[in-house]
C-alpha cells in the first residue's frame, strides 16, 4: 500500500491538536487535508472522497458523531472510514455512541503518535480487504449471472439458502425468488423415480459428504430435464466446513446423444446379426446346389437346370446386398457421385420394373402401371433413380402377402414442376409409431406372415439420400398395419432438350464372334470357372495368374481380348495394363478389368490406365457379352 496515494481528512476546531496530528500523519507518509467544523468537513468528504476522515466528537458547529453518521448514510460516501476521536476523559457513553453511530474505530485522548499511526493502518487494510471481497463477491455474481449452470450457496447449519443465481428460473422452469421462503422446494420438481435417492445424498452432504449426481428435473409442463448436480463443502479460514455450495449444469442434450449412440450401438449390432444371416442365407443353397451338380446323368438335367437357376438367383441377391452396403459406405464417406443428365422418366420406370419382375412374379403379385404417354424429363443419374424405384417395388413385393397387389403411379403435380411417383401396395402397413423412423438405417419394420427375417434395413434410407441427391423427396404413409403402405418420390421436372427422344435399347445379338482370350486373375476357381463360361461360349482361352506371365502370354499370343483382374500378387492389374499397352503388338487388343471395385475413382483409375471396358464382379452374362462384342467402342 503506497501511503502518499491515500488522503485523510483530519477534523478538530482546536488548532493545536489538529496541527499535532496533522505532522503525525504526514510524517507516516499520508497525504493531508484539514477541516476545522463539521459543515467544512462534509463538504471537503464530498469533494475530496478521501481513504479516512480522523474526527473529532467535540465541534463548534454540528456534533461529531452527527458528522459520522450523515457520512455513512450518504451512498456516495458510506465507504468513506471514519476513526472519532475524543477529549481526555470522554466517558464509555461516548466512546458507545460514536461506535454506534457508525465509526469505525474510537481513540480517546491522550493519543500517542504510534497509536495513531497504528490505528489508521489497520483500517486501511480492513477496508482494503473490504474492497477485494466486494470485488471478488462482484466477480461471482457477474460469472454465476451469466452462465447456464445454476450456482446455490447454502448455509451448513440450518440448510438455509443464501444463493441462487438467475439461471434456476430457467432450468427449473420456477421463480428462484420463492426459495427464499422455502429453500428446498427445488426437490419438489425432481423426477419421483429419482427423489429417494437425491434425498439421501442431500443428507449425507449436510453430514460432510460430497455427491455428484445426475437425475431428472421435471418442467411445469411436464417435460422432463436431466441434470447434473455437484455439492461439496465450503471451508473457513480455519478449514471448518461452514457452507455448502453446489453447481447445476444442464446434461438434457448429452444424454440425448448419449439415447442415440445406445441406439445406434443396437442397431448396429441387429445389422451384423442381419448381415450373417442375410449372406448365409443365399450361400446355403448355392452350397446345395452345387452339391446337386456334382451328380452325374441323364436323369439329372431337369435337376441341374433347377439348380443353375437357383445358384443365378442367389448370386443376384448376394450381389444386390454387396451393392446395397458399398452404397451406403460411399454416401457415408461422402464418396457417391451421381452421373447426372436429361433422363426420360418412362425409360427409369421401365428398368426399375425389369429389375423388379422377379419377385414381384415369384410372390404372385399383380402390378398395374399408371403413367402418362407424353415424355417426362428430369435431371439425374438414370440408373440411380432405377434403382430407387426398383427397391420401392422390392420392398412392396417383400411386404405384401402372396397375391397382393401393388401399382406404381406417377402423377404430375398441379403446378407442372414436379412428378410424383408413387409405389402402393396392400400388404402389412406401417405402425403408426414405426413412420417417423421407417428412413433411418438398419430400422426394419413387420415382415409379411409367409416370409422370414429378410433384408439389411438400408434399402429406404438408401433411397431417400438418392432421392434427396437428386433434388427430390421420399415420403412414405400408410393406414396403418395391415392396410397397406405408399411411398412417394417427388422430382423436379424440366423441359426435356429439343427434338431428344428417348432412345430405346439395341436388341443385338447376346454372344460374339469366336475370340482368342487371355484371362489373368490370381484366384484359381474363378480364373477356371470363366475360362469354362467363355469357352462354353465358343471363345479360346489361355490362363495367367500373375502380371509377369501374362505379359509374356500376351507377346507370345497376342490376343483380341485379355480379361485382367486389379489384384495380382505381383504387379497392380493397371500396371499391367499400362505395360501391355506399350506392346506394338497388342495395340487391337481389347482390356476388360475384372474387379470387385467399382466406385467412380476406380473406373477412372482403369479408364486412365487403358483398359476398355470395366466389369464389377460378379459380372452378369449380359454385361460380360457386351463388353466382348468387336462393335463396342
Known amino acids: 500500500m503506497n501511503h502518499q496515494d491515500i488522503l485523510i481528512l483530519n477534523v478538530d476546531d482546536n488548532d493545536g491538536a489538529r496541527y499535532v496530528k496533522t505532522r503525525i500523519l504526514l510524517g507516516a507518509g499520508f497525504r493531508v487535508e484539514e477541516a476545522a467544523n463539521g459543515t467544512d468537513a462534509l463538504a471537503m468528504v464530498a469533494r475530496s472522497m478521501p481513504a479516512l476522515v480522523l474526527l473529532d466528537v467535540k465541534l463548534p458547529d454540528i456534533n461529531g458523531i452527527e458528522v459520522c453518521r450523515r457520512i455513512k448514510a450518504d451512498p456516495a460516501t458510506c465507504d468513506v472510514l471514519v476513526l472519532q476521536t475524543s477529549a481526555a476523559l470522554t466517558g464509555r457513553d461516548d466512546r458507545i455512541r460514536g461506535l454506534e453511530g457508525g465509526s469505525d474505530s474510537y481513540l480517546a485522548a491522550p493519543i500517542e503518535a504510534d497509536e495513531l499511526v497504528a490505528n489508521v493502518r489497520a483500517l486501511l487494510r480492513l477496508q482494503q480487504t473490504k474492497a477485494e471481497l466486494k470485488n471478488s463477491e462482484e466477480r461471482f455474481r457477474q460469472l ?295 428412413f433411418d438405417m438398419f430400422t426394419q419394420g413387420e415382415f409379411a406372415p409367409d416370409r422370414a427375417h429378410d433384408g439389411l434395413g438400408i434399402g429406404l434410407s438408401l433411397v431417400s439420400t438418392l432421392v434427396e441427391l437428386h433434388g427430390g423427396r421420399l415420403t412414405a404413409s400408410s393406414a396403418g398395419a395391415g392396410m397397406g403402405s405408399a411411398f412417394t418420390i417427388a422430382l423436379p421436372l424440366m423441359a426435356g432438350p429439343a427434338g431428344a427422344e428417348a432412345v430405346a435399347p439395341e436388341d443385338g445379338a447376346n454372344g460374339a464372334s469366336a475370340l482368342s482370350i487371355i484371362l489373368v486373375d490370381d484366384n484359381v476357381d474363378s480364373a477356371e470357372m470363366m475360362r469354362d463360361l467363355l469357352c462354353a461360349l465358343g471363345h479360346t482361352v489361355d490362363i495367367a495368374h500373375n502380371g509377369a506371365d501374362a505379359l509374356a502370354l500376351a507377346a507370345a499370343r497376342a490376343p483380341d481380348v485379355m480379361i485382367l483382374d486389379i489384384g495380382l500378387p505381383d504387379m497392380d492389374g493397371s500396371e499391367l495394363a499400362r505395360r501391355l499397352r506399350k506392346l506394338p503388338a497388342l495395340a487391337a487388343t481389347r482390356l476388360i478389368a475384372h474387379t470387385g471395385y467399382g466406385a467412380p475413382h476406380d473406373r477412372d483409375k482403369t479408364r486412365e490406365a487403358g483398359f476398355d471396358f470395366h466389369l464389377v464382379k460378379p459380372v452378369s452374362m449380359d454385361d460380360l457379352q457386351a463388353a466382348l462384342r468387336p462393335n463396342q467402342p
Not at 286 to 292: G, M
Not at 303 to 326: P, W, Y
Open 144 to 438: 454465476a449471472e451469466n452462465i447456464g449452470d445454476v450456482f446455490w450457496m447454502f448455509s451448513l447449519h440450518d440448510g438455509a439458502l443464501l444463493y441462487v443465481s438467475a439461471a434456476y428460473d430457467a432450468m427449473w422452469g420456477r421463480a428462484g425468488a420463492a426459495l427464499a421462503e422455502a429453500p428446498e422446494a427445488w426437490m419438489a420438481s425432481v423426477h419421483p423415480d429419482d427423489l429417494p435417492a437425491l434425498e439421501q445424498r442431500w443428507r449425507e452432504v449436510r453430514e460432510h459428504v460430497a455427491y455428484d449426481e445426475e437425475y431428472r428435473v421435471v418442467m411445469p409442463g411436464g417435460a422432463v430435464r436431466w441434470v447434473r448436480d455437484r455439492a461439496f463443502l465450503v471451508r473457513d479460514a480455519m478449514d471448518q466446513p461452514y457452507r455448502i455450495a453446489r453447481i447445476t449444469s444442464d446434461i438434457s442434450g448429452r444424454k440425448a446423444l448419449e439415447g442415440r449412440l445406445r441406439a445406434a450401438d443396437e442397431n448396429k449390432n441387429d445389422f451384423l446379426a442381419t448381415l450373417a444371416h442375410e449372406l448365409r442365407n443365399p450361400l446355403s443353397p448355392i452350397r446345395t446346389a452345387v452339391e446337386l451338380l456334382e451328380h452325374q446323368g441323364p436323369e439329372m438335367a431337369a435337376a441341374h437346370a433347377k439348380a443353375r437357376a437357383v445358384i443365378s438367383r442367389q448370386v443376384d441377391h448376394l450381389t444386390r446386398l454387396v451393392d446395397d452396403l458399398l452404397d451406403v459406405a460411399r454416401i457415408s464417406e461422402g464418396k457417391l457421385t451421381l452421373r447426372q443428365e436429361p433422363v426420360v422418366l418412362q425409360d427409369v420406370l421401365k428398368v426399375a420394373l425389369e429389375t423388379a419382375a422377379p419377385v414381384l412374379a415369384a410372390r404372385h403379385h399383380s402390378i398395374d402401371v399408371v403413367a402418362p404417354q407424353q415424355a417426362l424429363w428430369v435431371w439425374g443419374d438414370a440408373v440411380r433413380l432405377a434403382q430407387s424405384i426398383g427397391n420401392l417395388l422390392h420392398n412392396a413385393a417383400k411386404f405384401t402377402s402372396p397375391n397382393g397387389k401393388v401399382r406404381l403411379v406417377v402423377e404430375v403435380v398441379a403446378d407442372g414442376a414436379t412428378v410424383d411417383i408413387t409405389v402402393q401396395d396392400n400388404g402389412i402397413g406401417i405402425a403408426a409409431a414405426n413412420l417417423p423412423h421407417i
